[in-house]
């Protein structure tokens, strides 16, 4: 069996896992509305942050899941791989959340960890630049000749770049010393986690949208063939999410009404593992 899944596994309403009448809820408005994104937080070295609006999914078989649904919650949507990848997703980018420190013999270097150090540098430097433009929005970067080498346009684009950048990095949950012997290692890395984060192109091609008064909110719509599956937590949830579907037929939108003429597989997540 392959241990990478055809399905980007979107698990929603994870705050509300115990109320499956609230995921049913949330579940309806992704349907009707699109996938909504929400606020990630990316941390960095001395309590600083990258905050971006962000969708996650998960690579992990259906089978697989376990472990993942205790957290997340078994209510979810099963995506093609194409959809997210073709939306502009790809995988979280891990690294080892631990800076490297000084060593009790001088003439060893410690070397685990040197990628998030090097993350922490890059982020100081976004930092100086968003700094420069915060008190003086229109000043260009000179070389020692006086010749403007970066336009602030350019400075802020390089900004917004590395924001977008960054919104795909996750620790890997290793914190502290390291601890290659115990079961409780790289507990995030084990959520083969993609992400979908708004850009300059996708708002461009309208993969995704901001509606009025949302803010930094953002949403993916989709059709019926982009989705795989759907999974919930138990049998009368699987009823009403097929009732739903046979109810949207009367919608006055044709993406809508696709959901009703193809209804969707849902699946029973206990049932799954029962057999």
């Known amino acids: 069996m392959s241990s990478i899944s055809d399905n980007l596994i979107h698990f929603l309403a994870r705050n509300d896992k115990e109320s499956p009448g609230k995921q049913l809820e949330v579940f309806k408005q992704i349907i009707e509305n699109g996938?909504?994104?929400?606020?990630?937080?990316?941390?960095?070295?001395?309590?600083?942050?990258?905050?971006?609006?962000?969708?996650?999914?998960?690579?992990?078989?259906?089978?697989?899941?376990?472990?993942?649904?205790?957290?997340?919650?078994?209510?979810?949507?099963g995506f093609k791989k194409s959809f997210v990848k073709n939306?502009?997703?790809?995988?979280?980018?891990?690294?080892?959340?631990?800076?490297?420190?000084?060593?009790?013999?001088?003439?060893?270097?410690?070397?685990?960890?040197?990628?998030?150090?090097?993350?922490?540098?890059?982020?100081?430097?976004?930092?100086?630049?968003?700094?420069?433009?915060?008190?003086?929005?229109?000043?260009?970067?000179?070389?020692?000749?006086?010749?403007?080498?970066?336009?602030?346009?350019?400075?802020?684009?390089?900004?917004?770049?590395?924001?977008?950048?960054?919104?795909?990095?996750?620790?890997?949950?290793?914190l502290g010393p390291a601890r290659d012997e115990t079961r409780e290692i790289d507990l995030y890395y084990k959520e083969r986690e993609w992400r979908l984060v708004p850009s300059h192109l996708t708002t461009m091609s309208g993969v995704a949208k901001s509606k009025a008064g949302s803010g930094d909110v953002y949403y993916y719509l989709f059709e019926r063939s982009d989705v795989n599956m759907i999974v919930v937590p138990n049998e009368e949830l699987r009823t009403v999410v097929l009732n739903y579907f046979i109810s949207l037929g009367a919608s006055p939108d044709e993406r809508l009404r696709q959901f009703a003429s193809n209804p969707l597989p849902v699946v029973n997540y206990d049932d799954l593992q029962r057999w």
């Open 35 to 77: 996938l909504r994104t929400g606020r990630v937080q990316i941390k960095f070295v001395e309590g600083a942050s990258v905050i971006n609006q962000i969708i996650c999914f998960t690579d992990i078989p259906l089978r697989d899941c376990n472990e993942h649904t205790s957290i997340y919650g078994k209510f979810g949507i």
């Open 87 to 174: 939306a502009g997703g790809n995988p979280a980018r891990y690294f080892l959340d631990y800076l490297p420190g000084q060593t009790a013999t001088e003439t060893v270097v410690e070397c685990r960890g040197n990628l998030y150090h090097n993350l922490c540098d890059q982020y100081k430097f976004l930092t100086k630049i968003n700094q420069l433009h915060a008190e003086n929005p229109d000043s260009d970067l000179f070389d020692a000749d006086g010749k403007s080498v970066l336009t602030t346009e350019e400075l802020q684009s390089l900004v917004a770049i590395m924001i977008y950048n960054y919104s795909f990095d996750k620790e890997m949950g290793d």
